[in-house]
């Protein structure tokens, strides 16, 4: 399993964390997914072999919620296209 962080300025309000997690969740390959409202941020295990991060980024930006950078274990900040 792998996990990565996105980055999401935009996500607010704890209800829209919830939306967020419940469209991730819905990705296949995801096992689990926590969105912190507070911290701005998304944080994802998923199963590399099924899933790339690139989905789950879309995912949330389908929402209508811009996804500003992805962090995976020992690399430093990226920030999405």
């Known amino acids: 399993m792998s996990q990565i962080t996105l980055l999401v300025p935009a996500l607010r309000r704890p209800a829209q964390a919830r939306h967020v997690e419940d ?5 296949r390959g995801v096992v689990a997914v926590v969105a912190d409202a507070e911290q701005g941020a998304v944080v994802v295990t998923y199963d590399p072999a099924r899933i790339s ?3 789950l980024v879309a995912a949330i930006e389908q929402r209508g919620i811009s996804v500003g950078g992805v962090l995976t274990a020992g690399e ?3 920030r999405s296209a």
């Not at 469209?23 to 990705?27: A, L, M, P, T």
């Open 76 to 78: 430093p900040p990226r």
């Open 53 to 55: 991060a690139w989905p």
């Open 23 to 27: 469209s991730v969740r819905r990705v």
